[in-house]
């Protein structure tokens, strides 16, 4: 932690050199330092510590002696406050500069208060305050940070007028044998990644109306495991806005792998019930950088959120479509069955293409004859539901389905169950010509497809989906009439993404 504050200062400082004209007849070359930045610049564990007045309230509510030991606190954080308060005058109004004297006492007087809390903290993990070595590795451990003490006066108003932000992106279940977060303290804590009670967390240092933004993993407004974050918006905010960014052809952070992005931002809420606004998976290639959040465009999604999704729009097109698609009535779960011997295979991890076979493609290695890893059983019910289930995940009608609900990069099966289908088609077996038409792609994902190998000796065969667009094309005319859709759609739908899916070749390096 203290290295990311050094780096912060560093930045800041080139920051400040690259806007000025050096002078070396000047001192420091006519750059003005920045101020006292240690008081401006803060370290130490977001999650861990007390945040507000009802925090520390009910942590010290057990002693005997409650009311003097809360206004004792409250007294102490004043004077601090007052400190702080005057320095920030003195700097940046009467010119002057504060003394080492005058920062020691602060400090000094923050670290009793500090040191007070932490106590109190150290006694709700468990640890006992009065054998120094266990108190102490739990302070290196945890590094507490209390909000209520360290922006006391924000704190104290109602909470800060904007929080921006860069969570970082990890398993809580790779720190927790480092330090380890109170559960009863985040709902959100069950979502498994550290960036989740973060985000929480900030809603607690928020005042209404306040803004937000955040950026996160994609998967945090499309699975079911940030159920309880999403929720979290959605109680706390009034208006929630969510961009999404694809990794492919570009990606925000260079040289990073798998770095699918959304960047959430929030205003807060004083009742429950947010308008959620999103964007579409958005795509560029590396010159429309300049331009990438100038283009940004949202669309009212509320009436289509889920639990497990904020869906991905856009357009007020697509928006539409899936409000349509939403009533058909039934899902796709209707002809799955786990554990099935009849079942469609599919291709887990896809680009621009969502690949879904009736047979195994030719995998071989020392270890396997599968490719476990890529393709994946969705079970039927009846055997004859095949083509009509395989159609569909082949169908470009599923494919914007996926980039709308899904996470971008794996398709999980509650991105196949919860398709929506029309009842007509749950009735019965894969309406004419749809048998047919899936028995032509499979024939031609075979012929367009090149045997590989690796030189680690994995044998494997390369399929081109884009080559049998045009019978993918005639799978969603056929999908069209029973959903009801309007020409117009149909053209949305065969049309959708073309610019990625069909200009970046034949081919597909991913697709295997």
Known sequence: MEEAVEICKLRLFLKLAAQVDPDPAKDNFGIEPLPDIDFNIRCGNTLVG????????????????FEGAMEAIEEKAQEVERLTASFRLQQTEHGGEVTAEDKDILRT????????????????????????????AWLDSHKPFHWFIEFYGIMKSGGFDVI?????????????????????????????????????????????????????????????????????????????????????????????????????????????????????????????????????AYRNVTALVAPGTFPKASSSQLVSLM?????????????CRLGARTAVYYHRSPLYWIRSMDFLPHFASGAADRSVHHFKDCGLREAGHQPMVG???????????????GNGRNVALRDITTFPVPRILVSGLAP???????????????????????????????????LSKPIIDKIDQVLAKHYGFTDEELDFIINYDIKYRMGRGAGSAADE
Request: glycine letters at 4%.
């Open 164 to 296: 921006i932000g860069n969570p970082p992106w990890i398993e809580y279940t790779k720190v927790v044998s480092e330090y380890s977060v109170q559960e009863y303290a985040y709902k959100t804590l069950r979502c498994g990644n550290i960036y989740a009670p973060v985000l929480e967390r900030c809603f607690t240092l928020q005042r209404p109306r306040s803004r937000s933004g955040m950026i996160v993993q994609m998967s945090a407004i499309c699975t079911d495991r940030m159920v309880p974050l999403q929720g979290s918006y959605l109680e706390n905010s009034d208006v929630v806005w969510a961009s999404a960014y694809d990794d492919r052809p570009s990606k925000l952070f260079s040289g990073l792998q798998h770095v699918r992005a959304a960047i959430l931002l929030c205003r807060r809420g004083e009742t429950s019930g947010a308008v959620v606004q999103t964007t579409g998976l958005t795509r560029w290639k590396a010159d429309g950088r300049e331009v990438l959040f100038a283009l940004v």
């Open 109 to 136: 007087k923050l670290a009793v208060l500090e040191s007070e809390l932490n106590l109190h903290l150290a006694r709700e993990y468990g640890k006992n305050p009065n054998k120094s070595s266990e108190f102490k």
């Open 432 to 466: 004419a010509p749809l048998p047919e038409l899936y028995k032509r792609l499979m024939k031609d994902y075979r012929a367009n497809s090149v045997r590989r190998r690796l030189s680690n000796g994995i044998e494997y065969d390369e399929f081109y989906p884009s």
């Open 323 to 335: 409000a349509h698609l939403r009533e058909s009535g039934d899902t796709l779960a209707s002809f």
């Open 391 to 405: 159609s569909v995940l082949n169908s470009t009608l599923f494919y914007l389905w996926f980039i709308a609900h």
């Open 50 to 65: 007390y945040a507000t007045y009802e925090q520390v309230e009910r942590a010290v509510s057990s002693k005997l002696d």
